[in-house]
């Protein structure tokens, strides 16, 4: 529950990689030839054995003299240059060639942050690296193809994964006089030995266990079915002081506490704290000035391992861009957790915490399966209600970078003595992360975003509510996002056949600070103004506290404080406690986000079926509707005069809306004409597609 955004954890998670990097540094001038514009790079593939025809992302990074280019690539911070292309096809002893750089063609061109080209970098002392993040094909269940990085007990990196190749770092004079870059791509990125306690292999990776720290990992069948390849998902379990596999009387509460890629140590929200483990491995918590010792709270803390290829993690719901992972988690995951350990299989035992990432997936897991846990307690969530998608009013808004009086929209902020500074944009953090993947393949925030609350497009990726270079929102495709609008999901069914109005009362716990560094505070006021217009003010606790910034445990407590407050809801809830949770509020017809809904409306089946044809037919005049394209689709129409296109048979083409109707005025009356309507579709990530009507005659 740390501040671990994925700028965050990108930072500590490329740590290890890096130091391996470095050690095959080898300074090397780079060949320099002079050429008359800009920088050219050349990426040999060289001996390194990577088969046929590998598709992927090619980064090359620069960063200042005396730094390596992967110490920071925070976008609020970093002071490199990053440029990005999508291959396909590499193979062995190939050049791939970067130069320029491009905002229209982000599917081949050079994309470059914050510079738009190589054209542009200033004259200086750098080091560069590059790297090629390899994508594999995956087939889909659902029939959809789809070529993506599938992490490996790495918590999917934006680069560097494992696998992937990299270049050594080299020393880089840009002499402003153009020139060419020549670097190699022979290293692979190894398996991560996470403190040398790895043990599991790629996929989640899995570890050693300690007395009371255990690790599993499954093989995911519903997860594996859809990818159609193996699938894994891990848990760290924490078992408390006294915990004792053999004794079959204690039974003990779970905390799922959701957060970001949990490597080995735990539910890291907790246990990489050398003061909480010493405490929780002794029983006792230290006493302090005016508090005697005290027990440390008898609880199970479970932390997930699902890094997916989208992101470190699945935001543990069932989305039709990662998968089933709600499923997988809850009904595969969770069973075999308390088939091993000494768990109360009872709602009010099971318990959702988390922040930030794992603050939206607590509150999400809750209200989708209220069957299955008893509470969340959630702090600084990410946005549960799209009105506001960080500081982004989403729902009716046209831009997702600019407000409409022309100012950017924020980001990021920090209060310096209570003065708010913007440390990045929506459009800034974008772009960033466009380099590092198209079509929503970045493995970062605003990408894994669309990936679980959109639905998939016809091109297999996540159906991206804006533009991601413009800033362009499409709302046919946030209009989707409307089913992982939690505030949206409770209204729509608190009296339908969910009763979620009843369900959920008194179940859900959020927190977040009016300083939140995302401006998650947002979506959580408007969230609380749309419950509580139908439930009143007690019907969740939502604390929106005064100069608190994104972070801490929930409501910004000390840690026991905490848990003993969770204990507390525990108990009270327990059959035995003062107000029990009664079965009637645990019905499994209150469950939301079900897999055959959330795939049968946003997957490829879905995608195939919001497509149609242009159609056109004489009503007068030759009436035509473009048929149905992706929402963002740009659309050219042309009329086809005798199977003739050319301008002079009066077949200009024209620029078109879905939903217009377009009109063809024959120029001479009196002469039989065969007339087409044929419309072609461009968008990013797409492939250019030509679509024709049916043919009339006059
Ligand atoms: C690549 O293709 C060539 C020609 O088809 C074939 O001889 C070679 O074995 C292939 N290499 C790999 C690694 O698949
Ligand atoms: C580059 O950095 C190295 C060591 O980090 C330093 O010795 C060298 O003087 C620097 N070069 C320039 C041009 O600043
Ligand atoms: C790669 O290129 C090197 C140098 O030109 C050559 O010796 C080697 O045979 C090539 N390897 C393959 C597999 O083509
Ligand atoms: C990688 O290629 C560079 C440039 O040819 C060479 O200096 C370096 O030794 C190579 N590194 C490895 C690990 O093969
Ligand atoms: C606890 O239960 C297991 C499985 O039911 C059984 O094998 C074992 O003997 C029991 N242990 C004790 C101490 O009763
Ligand atoms: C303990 O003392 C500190 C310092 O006087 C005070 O801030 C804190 O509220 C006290 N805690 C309790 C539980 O009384
Ligand atoms: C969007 O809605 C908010 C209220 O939810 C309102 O304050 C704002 O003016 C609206 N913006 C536009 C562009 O309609
Ligand atoms: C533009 O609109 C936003 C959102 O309403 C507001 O926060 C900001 O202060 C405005 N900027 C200017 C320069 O008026
Ligand atoms: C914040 O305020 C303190 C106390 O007035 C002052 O010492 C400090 O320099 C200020 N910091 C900044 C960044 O302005
Ligand atoms: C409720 O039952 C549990 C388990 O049997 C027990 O540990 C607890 O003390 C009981 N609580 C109350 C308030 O009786
Ligand atoms: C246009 O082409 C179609 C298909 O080739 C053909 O059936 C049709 O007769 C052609 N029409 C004219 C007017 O040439
Ligand atoms: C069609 O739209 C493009 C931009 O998408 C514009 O450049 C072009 O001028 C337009 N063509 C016509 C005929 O309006």
């Known amino acids: 529950m740390t501040n671990i955004r994925p700028s965050f954890s990108l930072r500590t998670l490329l740590t290890p990689r890096t130091s391996l990097i470095a050690l095959l540094f080898v300074s090397i001038l780079p060949i320099v030839s002079a050429k008359p514009h800009g920088i050219h790079v050349h990426l040999s593939t060289g001996a390194v054995s990577i088969g046929n025809g590998t598709s992927g992302r090619v980064m090359f990074i620069l960063s200042p003299n005396g730094t390596d280019p992967l110490d920071d690539i925070d976008d609020t911070t ?78 999917s990196p934006s680069v560097s994964g494992v696998g992937d190749l990299a270049s050594d770092v080299i020393d880089v004079h840009v002499s402003g006089k153009g020139q060419t870059i020549k670097l190699h791509l022979n290293n692979t990125v190894p398996f991560p030995d996470f403190q040398g306690h790895e043990v599991g292999g790629c996929s989640q990776g899995n570890y050693e266990d300690t007395q009371y720290l255990k690790h599993i990992k499954i093989r995911s069948k ?68 005016n508090t005697t010792d005290r027990e440390t709270p008898k609880m199970i803390l479970v932390a997930f391992r699902h890094e997916t290829p989208y992101y470190d993690d699945s935001y543990a719901v069932n989305t039709a861009n990662l998968g089933p992972y709600g499923d997988a988690i809850n009904e595969e995951l969770i069973p075999h957790i308390e088939a091993h350990f000494k768990t109360i299989t009872q709602p009010y035992a099971r318990i959702q915490d988390g922040g930030s990432t794992g603050g939206w997936e607590s509150a999400a897991s809750l209200i989708f399966r209220p069957d299955l846990f008893g509470a969340c307690f959630s702090s600084y969530p990410d946005s549960l ?154 019907w969740a606790e939502i604390s929106i506290l005064p100069e608190k910034t994104h972070g801490g445990y929930y409501r910004g407590m000390e840690v026991w404080d905490y848990l003993e407050l969770v204990k507390r809801w525990v108990d009270d809830h327990a059959p035995n406690g003062t107000t029990p949770l009664h079965a009637n509020l645990t019905p499994r017809s209150a469950r939301g986000n079900i897999w055959s809904e959330v795939i049968g409306r946003g997957g490829h089946q879905a995608a195939l079926a919001r497509q149609s044809d242009p159609v056109i037919k004489v009503s007068g005049d030759v009436v035509g509707t473009v048929g149905q394209w992706d929402p963002g689709m740009k659309l050219v129409g042309r009329w086809v005069i005798n199977n003739r296109t050319s301008e002079k048979h009066g077949c200009a083409t024209f620029n078109v809306t879905q939903g217009e109707s377009v009109h063809y005025r024959p120029k001479s009356i009196g002469i039989t004409d065969q007339v087409q309507l044929w419309v072609t579709g461009r968008k990013m990530g797409y492939v250019e597609e030509t679509r024709k009507s049916n043919s009339v005659t006059l």
């Open 78 to 155: 970093t002071p490199d240059f990053f440029f990005g292309m999508n291959v396909n096809n590499v193979k062995h002893n190939d050049t791939i060639k970067l130069s320029g750089g491009t905002r229209h063609n982000t599917d081949r061109g050079v994309f470059g942050w914050p510079l738009e080209t190589l054209d542009d970098i200033p004259v200086g002392i750098y080091r560069a690296q590059a790297f090629l993040k390899r994508y594999d094909t995956a087939v889909r269940s659902d029939g959809s193809v789809v070529r993506l990085k599938f992490p490996c007990g790495d918590g």
């Open 385 to 538: 209600d799209f009105h506001k998608h960080q500081a982004i009013p989403l729902y009716n808004s046209t831009n997702a970078y600019k407000y409409p009086n022309g100012s950017d929209i924020p980001s990021i902020r920090e209060f310096v003595n209570g003065t708010q500074h913007i440390l990045a944009s929506t459009a800034t953090e974008n772009h960033w992360e466009l380099t590092f993947g198209t079509s929503s393949r970045s493995s970062l925030q605003w990408d894994i975003w669309n990936a679980v609350f959109g639905v998939q497009g016809l091109n297999g990726y996540p159906l991206e509510p804006w533009n991601k270079v413009t800033g362009e929102i499409y709302p046919e495709a946030v209009e989707y996002w409307k089913s992982m609008d939690l505030a949206h999901h409770i209204v729509s069914n608190w009296n339908s056949s969910l009763r979620l109005g009843e369900v959920l009362r008194d179940r859900i716990h959020i927190s977040v600070g009016t300083w939140d560094d995302y401006f998650l505070n947002e979506g959580v006021a408007e969230f609380k103004k749309r419950v509580e217009a139908l439930g009143g003010s007690s």
């Open 222 to 289: 519903k997860l594996s079915d859809f990818w159609g390849r193996d699938m894994f998902l891990g848990a760290n379990v924490l078992l408390p002081h006294g915990y004792d596999a053999h004794d079959n009387t204690s039974r003990y509460p779970v905390i799922y506490s959701q957060n970001h890629w949990a490597e080995g140590d735990g539910p890291d929200s907790y246990s990489t704290r050398a003061s909480f483990k010493e405490a929780w491995d002794s029983g006792i918590i230290p006493g302090s000035a």
